[in-house]
């Protein structure tokens, strides 16, 4: 359910509700990465991919990363949203409580929009009195990084590679993509259609198992945080659609 119906107004005919992009965007980065799963398996074999199939498993993937980090903004803002307007949606008196303790607590909007993302869900945890997830948490440095491939793909400034004898390496220590391969190497397995002696960020970086690993930890940290809070994850009617193959 991506609506949550508040009240009726005067009006019998008319119903105010409150939309959950957040629900949408979850929905959207699995079934992208389902898709591009879908192309990688029945191409398994295939040594190079047409224009029209690479094209498209590329835009499954870039996409469903993109959606995921959109989701973990989306659930925060909304709980922060439901918070400042009062729009409790709960009937337990608990959780009703919570959330105004929130809003207390944390009053000033400007400061919570400015917030870096994963501060505003460290804070409501802090408010809530509740612990907050410890910096080296594995959860919680998977997003971190989740979180700076989607920043370097929004923002997007080109460097330089080298192409040497062993391949393509990236033009100085502290590159974008170096940081990347470092990290990131071990998570998940690769682009099965890059070219072997590609850059790995983006080429290798950016298959299936990035955009799995961007859903399942998403998904893997928010559960957390709102077990941590005591609160009905917003998407929990929708499990089954979560689904990253």
Same mark, same amino acid.
């Given at each position: &359910?991506?609506?949550?119906?508040?009240?009726?107004?005067?009006?019998?005919?008319?119903?105010?509700?409150?939309?959950?992009?957040?629900?949408?965007?979850?929905?959207?980065?699995?079934?992208?990465?389902?898709?591009?799963?879908?192309?990688?398996?029945?191409?398994?074999?295939?040594?190079?991919?047409?224009?029209?199939?690479?094209?498209?498993?590329?835009?499954?993937?870039?996409?469903?990363?993109?959606?995921?980090?959109?989701?973990?903004?989306?659930?925060?803002?909304?709980?922060?949203? =439901?918070?400042? =307007?009062?729009?409790? $949606?709960?009937? =337990?008196?608990?959780?009703?409580?919570?959330?105004?303790?929130?809003?207390?607590?944390?009053?000033?909007?400007?400061?919570? =929009?400015?917030? /870096?993302?994963?501060?505003?869900?460290?804070?409501?945890?802090?408010?809530?009195? &509740?612990?907050?997830?410890?910096?080296?948490?594995?959860?919680?440095?998977?997003?971190?990084?989740?979180?700076?491939?989607?920043?370097?793909? &929004?923002? $997007?400034?080109?460097?330089?590679?080298?192409?040497?004898?062993?391949?393509?390496?990236?033009?100085?220590?502290?590159?974008?993509?170096?940081? #990347?391969?470092?990290?990131?190497?071990?998570? #998940?397995?690769?682009? /099965?259609?890059?070219?072997?002696?590609?850059?790995?960020?983006?080429?290798?970086?950016?298959?299936?198992?990035?955009?799995?690993?961007?859903?399942?930890?998403?998904?893997?940290?928010?559960?957390?945080?709102?077990?941590?809070?005591?609160?009905?994850?917003?998407?929990?009617?929708?499990?089954?659609? &979560?689904?990253?193959?």
């Amino acid at each position: &359910m991506d609506k949550i119906p508040l009240e009726t107004s005067g009006d019998e005919s008319a119903i105010r509700f409150r939309d959950c992009f957040s629900v949408r965007y979850i929905q959207s980065a699995a079934l992208l990465c389902q898709l591009a799963f879908a192309i990688e398996q029945e191409h398994r074999e295939a040594k190079e991919l047409p224009a029209d199939l690479q094209l498209r498993h590329e835009v499954f993937v870039l996409n469903s990363v993109l959606s995921s980090v959109s989701f973990l903004e989306s659930a925060i803002n909304e709980l922060y949203a =439901d918070v400042a =307007d009062d729009a409790y $949606y709960f009937s =337990d008196a608990k959780h009703e409580a919570l959330l105004r303790l929130i809003g207390e607590k944390w009053k000033n909007e400007k400061n919570f =929009d400015r917030a /870096p993302l994963l501060s505003k869900y460290q804070k409501i945890l802090t408010i809530a009195g &509740m612990p907050s997830f410890d910096e080296g948490d594995q959860a919680f440095a998977n997003l971190r990084i989740l979180i700076e491939i989607r920043n370097h793909l &929004m923002h $997007y400034t080109r460097e330089w590679v080298v192409l040497g004898d062993r391949g393509f390496r990236d033009a100085g220590e502290e590159t974008t993509g170096g940081k #990347f391969e470092k990290i990131l190497r071990q998570k #998940f397995a690769v682009n /099965p259609f890059a070219p072997g002696n590609g850059p790995f960020f983006p080429d290798k970086c950016l298959g299936h198992g990035c955009a799995e690993w961007a859903v399942v930890n998403s998904l893997i940290f928010t559960d957390e945080f709102f077990r941590r809070l005591e609160l009905p994850a917003p998407y929990e009617g929708i499990r089954g659609e &979560m689904k990253t193959r």
